[in-house]
């Protein structure tokens, strides 16, 4: 049972598979009569070597003319490999995967590759797998404001504290989704905030936010903020899902009821970002529907039409008793217009940046109200 595999982008688009790394020395590179055939033009017949000693395992370069790279660092001496690495081969890439079981195979030992793949990997899965591990986050805390500017609810967003990686929830995610841990971290960035807003003593009703890929089950999700909640309670949850995550009715009212029977909100995010969906909404009403940042931005400079459109859309979601949030608010000349086409709720740098908890201390301290 092969232990160690490559995982490699093959063909046109996306397709990723896994080929094994059976046998060892095992020879990469352009001829056919070795142990793993690269068809490229830019790999040498006998471009590099992988070579096992004991439970480790070495990638050296045979002399290739456009080098062997081990997270984008050109290697000249056998080196030392995890589970994790990005490894070239030329402009060819993969990652290694160290596992003792892979359920996707390939049946053949040839790569096929055109272009540059050298973006299309990131780096960072060691480093992110440590973050997890050691739960390498922070939560910071968005204020969501009424049409006064009144503090009525906070989101929370998780950052990242691990030293090697950046900290914004966009870049981790991005390796997050490629090494299969989208949703251990978002169950972690969810666990952190809970568990700092709990020690604050946080009343006020706390945005908590999903990753679409923990719509693919359903019942992790649902046992996972109810295993928060039991171990926070006293806190007020709102749970974000994006609109466009969950593509059946059925689904949806599902979801809607069960997070309901754990006696926390719903909101839908990033409404009206590909589509408006508003019948689902009429069939699975949320509390909140949050309106994306496109449909915000720079609204105030907008022609009369589209500011039109917009209050149509809020008096439609607030005729279903739905609270219409507007995310995104960067200047107080968009707020002016979000207030004049009547937003119950606004959210965005025109009414604070994220911070810790802290920072919103004597607005928090105050009390509750406009719920």
Request: hydrophobic share 40%.
């Amino acid at each position: 049972m092969s232990r160690w595999f490559l995982e490699c982008l093959v063909g046109e688009g996306d397709q990723i598979e896994r080929l094994p790394l059976k046998q060892f020395p095992l020879i990469v590179g352009r001829s056919e009569d070795i142990g793993l055939t690269i068809d490229s033009t830019d790999v040498s017949r006998r471009h590099a070597e992988f070579s096992c000693q004991g439970d480790d395992l070495y990638l050296r370069d045979m002399g290739s003319t456009n080098g062997t790279f081990v997270n984008h660092q050109r290697i000249s001496e056998p080196t030392p490999l995890q589970g994790g690495d990005v490894v070239h081969f030329a402009h060819v890439e993969a990652r290694l995967i160290d596992e003792e079981k892979s359920k996707r195979v390939v049946s053949t030992a040839t790569i096929v590759m055109e272009g540059d793949l050298s973006n299309k990997i990131p780096l960072g899965a060691r480093d992110l797998k440590a973050l997890i591990q050691n739960e390498q986050v922070t939560a910071v805390f968005q204020p969501i404001v009424d049409a006064s500017g009144r503090h009525l609810a906070y989101e929370m967003l998780g950052r990242g504290t691990h030293p090697e990686l950046l900290p914004s929830p966009g870049a981790l995610f991005n390796i997050a989704e490629s090494i299969g841990k989208a949703v251990e971290l978002s169950e972690l960035f969810r666990e952190i905030g809970m568990r700092e807003a709990h020690k604050f003593g946080l009343k006020h009703p706390l945005f908590m936010n999903t990753h679409p890929h923990e719509m693919k089950d359903r019942e992790r999700l649902l046992q996972a903020i109810a295993d928060s909640n039991a171990r926070y309670p006293g806190l007020n949850m709102v749970i974000e899902i994006h609109e466009q995550a969950v593509t059946d009715i059925g689904e949806m009212q599902y979801l809607a009821n069960a997070i309901r029977k754990l006696g926390m909100g719903l909101a839908y995010d990033d409404f009206g970002a590909g589509q408006a969906r508003l019948l689902e909404l009429t069939e699975a009403p949320p509390d909140v529907v949050k309106f994306d940042i496109a449909l915000i931005r720079n609204i105030h400079k907008a022609g009369p039409h589209k500011q039109e459109m917009l209050e149509l859309l809020v008096s439609m979601v607030k005729k279903m008793g739905i609270k219409a949030l507007a995310e995104g608010v960067g200047i107080m000349e968009e707020a002016e217009v979000c207030k004049r086409v009547q937003f119950d709720l606004i959210q965005g740098f025109a009414f604070g940046y994220p911070l810790p908890l802290k920072e919103w201390e004597a607005h928090i301290k105050a009390p509750v109200s406009g719920n």
